[in-house]
Every structure is written in structure tokens, then in C-alpha cells.
T-cell receptor, first 114, second 114 residues
Framework: KTQVEQSPQSLVVRQGENCVLQCNYSVTPDNHLRWFKQDTGKGLVSLTVLVDQKDKTSNGRYSATLDKDAKHSTLHITATLLDDTATYICVVGDRGSALGRLHFGAGTQLIVIP | DMKVTQMPRYLIKRMGENVLLECGQDMSHETMYWYRQDPGLGLQLIYISYDVDSNSEGDIPKGYRVSRKKREHFSLILDSAKTNQTSVYFC?????????????FGKGTRLTVV
């Protein structure tokens, strides 16, 4: 059973618009949550990591929230650029030790059009 | 420049042939991973390595084996490749599994088994 669900599956926005990507998970324990950006044909690049029970992070035009009580995270992208076109992947880590596992969502495919 | 390098980037093999995927990292990271990524699915963990000759099965190890004889190299081996092993394979590394430890991914190897 998929433990990390992302929505929407795909999203098309116009350059300059804002967008919000959702991640719901059932992973237990939920030590931390990362958002990755994956350009087509490339590897995953970390955007941000959230750790606290209710956490917020900001990295340029990317901002993210985490609510561990709701097991829910959001990734906000403001003033989108064409280069934001990519797949955004939510990953939940179930422990903070070497024995921990990472649980990957299938990703949200974001397409930014002119 | 911190990076994870995968070779080759693209590979076509016949069913039954042996396959060797190579991964290197220049960060002296202890932990390394092999994942596969299939359309519509999150990355699935094949094997994890905690250091030289300290490897553990991931979630889908069947049909694969690994070798880590040097900290900077982690190889994935398919003995007698099968068509259902057609996928994109990603190698990753991290200093540890702590929550604030970044995970670095290679650009992937696209393997096609015909």
C-alpha cells in the first residue's frame, strides 16, 4: 500500500502564477519530510527538509509546511518560472538513524507554460 | 563539487545477460543506496549500504545483488537480467540517516532489457 500520496498528479500553470503541491502520508514514525525536484531525465535535488511537529521552511520561491498530527505537507512555489517545470517528489523518513528508511511519493508533475 | 556519478547513463541488454551498474561519490559518505524508479510509482529501495561490506536488502532486492568494496563505490549487479527489470536506476548517498542530512542522487541509469 502506498504510504505517501501526492496530489495533484499533474499541474499546469502559467509563468508567474503561484501553485501548491500536497503530500499526505501514513508513514510511522515520521521523523522528517523532504521535498525533491526532479528535472526530466535527471536525478533528485533536495529543496527543503522539515523536521518539527509543525514546521515551516522557506528557500527562495519555495516554501513548505509540515503538520505531523495531520501527516500532511505542502510545497508552495511562488511566481513560477519556466525552469520550475519538473516533477516534485515528497519523501518521508521513518527514523533519524542509520536504520531509517525513506518512503517516496510518486511525484507531482508541474508544467509551467509561458 | 559534491556529486554522485552513475555509469553508464543508458544501457540496453538482452534477457539473460549480466548487468553491472556503477556508482561513485566523492563525499566520503558512509551510506549509499540503489533505487529504481518506474512510471507512476515512487522510488523503491533495492539495497542500502552502511559502509564497506555492510549491505542490507531494501524493499525489492530479488534479482539484484550489490558490492561495496570501497566507501566511494557502490555497484548494482543483475545476474541474468529480466525484462521486468527495465527501469531507471538511481544511486544516492548520504553522510548519515539523520534528519538534517542531505541525500545526494546521481542522474540515473536507464536500463532496457529486451
Amino acid at each position: 500500500k502506498t504510504q505517501v500520496e501526492q496530489s495533484p498528479q499533474s499541474l499546469v500553470v502559467r509563468q508567474g502564477e503561484n501553485c501548491v503541491l500536497q503530500c499526505n502520508y501514513s508513514v510511522t514514525p515520521d521523523n522528517h519530510l523532504r521535498w525533491f525536484k526532479q528535472d526530466t531525465g535527471k536525478g533528485l535535488v533536495s529543496l527543503t527538509v522539515l523536521v518539527d511537529q509543525k514546521d515551516k521552511t522557506s528557500n527562495g520561491r519555495y516554501s513548505a509546511t509540515l503538520d505531523k498530527d495531520a501527516k500532511h505537507s505542502t510545497l508552495h512555489i511562488t511566481a513560477t518560472l519556466l525552469d520550475d517545470t519538473a516533477t516534485y517528489i515528497c519523501v518521508v523518513g521513518d527514523r533519524g538513524s542509520a536504520l531509517g528508511r525513506l518512503h517516496f511519493g510518486a511525484g507531482t508533475q508541474l508544467i509551467v507554460i509561458p | 563539487d559534491m556529486k554522485v556519478t552513475q555509469m553508464p547513463r543508458y544501457l540496453i541488454k538482452r534477457m539473460g545477460e549480466n548487468v553491472l551498474l556503477e556508482c561513485g561519490q566523492d563525499m566520503s559518505h558512509e551510506t549509499m543506496y540503489w533505487y529504481r524508479q518506474d512510471p507512476g510509482l515512487g522510488l523503491q529501495l533495492i539495497y542500502i549500504s552502511y559502509d564497506v561490506d555492510s549491505n542490507s536488502e531494501g524493499d525489492i532486492p530479488k534479482g539484484y545483488r550489490v558490492s561495496r568494496k570501497k566507501r566511494e563505490h557502490f555497484s548494482l549487479i543483475l545476474d541474468s537480467a529480466k525484462t521486468n527489470q527495465t527501469s531507471v536506476y538511481f544511486c544516492a548517498s548520504s553522510l548519515s540517516q539523520a534528519a538534517n542530512t542531505e541525500v545526494f542522487f546521481g542522474k540515473g541509469t536507464r536500463l532496457t532489457v529486451v
